[in-house]
């Protein structure tokens, strides 16, 4: 796999990451995460820091990239959105469970909520990301 494609499929993924995160935490579940936040208190950045959530969301889309175009041979939507929604359950039940069992930053509820958003947003991306690498010539498909 070209490292040119692996290149661009990570920052589509990241853009994805980006605007996803943009919609699920800062417009749908703002009230509903601050609602259900432990009783850890002068947690949120105010204003946060752009960069760091960018550089953030380009680690996540380079993840999916590299796994995806060098590990795998996942080229299709659907492919990437399955693999992409493991990845996800995976990742976010993982950091979201440690995070709950070692911090008071959020309550159970958020837990679950969080992971169930991170599965969503790495599925998505995972399919954006898929079909980047899938583009442009023959490659086998993955379902």
């Known amino acids: 796999m070209a490292i040119k494609k692996i290149l661009l499929a990570g920052i589509a993924g990241a853009v ?12 749908l579940l703002m009230n509903f995460m601050t609602e259900n ?6 947690v949120a950045k105010e204003p946060m ?5 960018a550089l953030g969301d380009l680690f996540w889309g380079f993840l999916l990239a590299v796994i995806f175009g060098s590990w795998t041979n996942i ?3 659907l492919a990437g959105a399955k693999a992409g929604a493991i990845i996800g ?3 976010g039940a993982g950091i979201d469970l440690m995070m709950y069992g070692t911090s008071n930053l959020y309550n159970c509820t958020a837990l679950v ?8 947003m790495t599925a998505i ?8 690498l899938g583009s442009g010539g023959k490659n086998k498909t993955e379902e």
Do not use: C, N
Not at 16 to 27: A, N, P, S, T
Not at 125 to 132: D, E, L
């Open 75 to 77: 080229r299709t939507w």
């Open 49 to 53: 820091l752009m960069w760091a959530l």
């Open 113 to 120: 909520a969080d992971v169930i958003v991170v599965i969503i």
């Open 16 to 27: 994805v990451y980006f605007l996803l995160g943009w919609l699920f935490y800062g417009i």
């Open 125 to 132: 991306a995972g399919a954006v990301v898929a079909v980047i």
């Open 37 to 42: 936040a432990g009783s850890a208190t002068g």
């Open 89 to 91: 359950l995976l990742m």
